[in-house]
């Protein structure tokens, strides 16, 4: 079983993580770890912290001579911005809607916001990278790749091949990757991208946040990952989970998703042809099982709940009305929320498959 522990709040001395189960015999490099941190930090719309954080990495335990050992590998990443908060607690009594504040203070009984703030910070998610790293690797010798792109942002939309080819071709989502990998909001069309820049420059200027939509493909999967004999098993509700988790996903589907609730049977189900079926609305994944098309997923994640231009709030202290807390933040993180998918996709596809073929060394 692949699984793993984050630990570490936003402005504490670091992020760490544990993953447990990565099996003996894989090449890795802290290089491309480093790299791999990078693609989540960086991205137009971003907050001043990703200028502030290098996320270097060091790798505790679990690797040696540049392969994993079957040990639990252990991974910190050390927070810049600690020097800068050490000794100075700073409260949160506005909590801010849309974010875990309220519900977190009320949940653990705190008296005030902050420590919910500090672990419920997308911050962790440099830990969820790192260990998507591993699983990614794990994949790769099996010639299984994860891929994401952004689609939308703030309702302007990329021009993109058509669904039924993003979802079927495999030359397409890897198009997709590259060009994704070459803008700065991690949208594949280039024109889109310089509309979605603008727009952001906006909702800066007007104190706001924006979300959007992105995609993820894993192609070269087997048929098998996953089973349908009991619930917590299905692959599709294993990914949904793991894509959800990360903060602020407020929607998942797979394929063509909501759109087959306006379909008839006939036209929704991907007729069985071998090698290669001639569609996959499935999205790669039929009865909770991988079915050997490209599985295929998209995520909506919703605006950054901090605002500069603060909505209502109530002060905890008195209970009278007042403007939420303000605290630096990102306008736009769509892009990196889509980097932060990839990894939880890749380490629930890693476990499916070390669920099927087991082995202690690969």
């Known amino acids: 079983m692949l699984r793993f522990l984050t630990a570490g709040e936003s402005h504490g001395w670091?992020?760490?993580?544990?993953?447990?189960?990565?099996?003996?015999?894989?090449?890795?490099?802290?290089?491309?770890?480093?790299v791999e941190l990078s693609r989540r930090r960086r991205g137009y719309g971003r907050g001043e912290r990703a200028n502030?954080?290098?996320?270097?990495?060091?790798?505790?335990?679990?690797?040696?001579?540049?392969?994993?050992?079957?040990?639990?590998?252990?991974?910190?990443?050390?927070?810049?911005?600690?020097?800068?908060?050490?000794?100075?607690?700073v409260p949160i009594y506005a909590p801010r809607p849309g974010h875990a504040d309220f519900a977190g203070m009320v949940k653990y009984g705190f008296n005030d916001c902050r420590p919910v703030a500090e672990r419920a910070s997308a911050r962790e998610t440099a830990a969820r990278v790192a260990c998507g790293y591993f699983a990614k690797k794990l994949l790769e010798k099996e010639n299984i790749k994860v891929m994401s792109w952004v689609v939308s942002i703030g309702g302007i939309w990329a021009q993109l091949p058509p669904l039924e080819e993003r979802m079927s071709k495999e030359e397409i989502p890897k198009k997709l990757f590259y060009l994704a990998e070459c803008s700065e909001v991690r949208c594949p069309d280039l024109e889109a991208t310089g509309r979605m820049k603008k727009l952001i420059d906006e909702a800066r200027e007007k104190g706001d946040t924006l979300g959007g939509i992105f995609e993820v493909a894993v192609i070269g999967v087997p048929v098998g990952l996953g089973s349908y004999v009991q619930w917590d098993r299905r692959l599709d509700g294993r990914l949904a989970a793991a894509v959800m988790s990360i903060q602020g996903v407020k929607g998942v589907?797979?394929?063509?998703?909501?759109?087959?609730?306006?379909?008839?049977?006939?036209?929704?189900?991907?007729?069985?042809?071998?090698?290669?079926?001639?569609?996959?609305?499935?999205?790669?994944?039929?009865?909770?099982?991988?079915?050997?098309?490209i599985i295929f997923m998209r995520a909506a994640m919703k605006p950054i709940p901090t605002l500069k231009s603060p909505l209502p709030s109530v002060d905890v202290r008195t209970k009278k009305e007042c403007q939420a807390y303000i605290e630096r933040s990102d306008v736009c993180a769509v892009g990196s929320?889509?980097?932060?998918a990839e990894s939880m996709v890749a380490l629930?596809?890693?476990?499916?498959?070390?669920?099927?073929?087991?082995?202690?060394?690969?």
């Open 52 to 89: 502030i954080e290098n996320d270097h990495v060091l790798i505790a335990s679990g690797v040696n001579d540049g392969k994993t050992t079957g040990a639990p590998i252990c991974i910190v990443i050390p927070n810049k911005d600690y020097e800068n908060w050490k000794g100075k607690y």
């Open 253 to 293: 589907e797979f394929g063509v998703g909501f759109e087959f609730s306006e379909m008839m049977g006939s036209q929704a189900h991907d007729p069985l042809k071998l090698p290669k079926r001639p569609s996959n609305r499935a999205g790669g994944i039929e009865g909770g099982v991988s079915n050997g098309e």
């Open 14 to 34: 670091g992020i760490a993580a544990v993953l447990d189960g990565m099996p003996a015999g894989i090449e890795v490099s802290q290089e491309e770890l480093s």
């Open 337 to 340: 929320a889509a980097v932060v």
């Open 348 to 362: 629930v596809v890693a476990d499916a498959l070390l669920e099927m073929r087991g082995g202690d060394r690969w």
